[in-house]
């Protein structure tokens, strides 16, 4: 018997890195998992048979969260499959970096329609029957830097600031109504996206982190699955911050 029996968890970005953590760590718990992914077919499918293995049921949804018109249709098509979300890790997220000087609209654009309204707009479409059922977890994945700031992170720390505070206020919203919404906010962690990190900076990185290292995807899955469980009730509008120590 899992804590998370009986429940539905919908992810995004759930193929790869921090968010194929996730969907184990919740199909751990005991939940069923709707994942999506954006391009990594195959990785998504690996993740969903691994899933099937723990007993557990999961099925995997093509769709960019930045677009509307797919997230209507995904949003509908887990709804038919699985009936009630009762959790949703809003995990998806890219950079593009570039100094501000340097960065261009569409660059500006492309990371914040990802990282900050695909997550408020997927929040919207699935929390009217999360409210009236009376129990629910919103889980949002943003990051240290948007807690510190980073040298050419304008575009993603503004983005994530902005789910910090999209948190914090549909905390406020939602708490009467059972449900809680929260953010991870997870250091540097050794994924696909900072493999793209030039070594000397991740060197950088290690210095500044009392811990002296990167984290480990299932170190902020961990977090997750808490933030999801019926232990995690009384907990809302919260930044857990997953960082060595990095930021405190
Ligand atoms: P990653 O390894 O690059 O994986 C990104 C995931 O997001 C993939 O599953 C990808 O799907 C999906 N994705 C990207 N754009 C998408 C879109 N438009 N629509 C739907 N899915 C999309 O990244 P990660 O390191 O695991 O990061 C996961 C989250 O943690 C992000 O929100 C990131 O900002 C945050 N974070 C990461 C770190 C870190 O150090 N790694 C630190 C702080 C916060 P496909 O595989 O299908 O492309």
Not at 218 to 233: G, H, N, R
């Amino acid at each position: 018997m899992g804590v998370l029996d009986g429940k539905v968890s919908f992810v995004t970005g759930g193929s790869r890195g921090i968010g194929r953590a996730i969907c184990l760590a919740l199909a751990e718990a005991g939940s069923d998992v709707a994942l999506n992914y954006s391009t990594s077919r195959e990785a998504a499918e690996e993740v969903a048979a691994l899933i099937h293995k723990m007993g557990r049921k999961a099925l995997i949804y093509q769709a960019n969260v930045s677009n509307p018109d797919e997230d209507d249709t995904m949003v509908a098509q887990i709804v038919k499959d699985f009936g009630l979300v009762h959790i949703v890790v809003n995990n998806a997220g890219i950079t593009r970096d570039k100094s501000f000087v340097k960065m261009d609209r569409p660059m500006w654009h492309e990371v914040l329609n990802v990282n900050l309204t695909g997550p408020a707009m997927i929040i919207h479409r699935l929390i009217k029957p999360m409210m009236e059922h009376g129990w629910g977890r919103i889980i949002n994945i943003t990051s240290i830097v948007g807690q510190m700031g980073n040298f050419g992170q304008a575009n993603y720390a503004a983005a994530k600031g902005g789910l910090m505070a999209l948190t914090k206020t549909l905390a406020r919203e939602f708490a009467k109504k059972g449900v809680t919404v929260n953010a991870v906010a997870p250091g540097f962690i050794d994924t696909d996206m900072t493999a793209d990190v030039p070594s000397a900076s991740l060197d950088i990185v290690r210095q500044m982190t009392p811990m002296g290292r990167l984290g480990k995807p299932e170190e902020v899955a961990a977090t997750v699955a808490f933030l999801a469980s019926p232990q995690a009730s009384f907990i809302t509008g919260e930044i857990i911050g997953v960082n060595g120590g990095m930021y405190m």
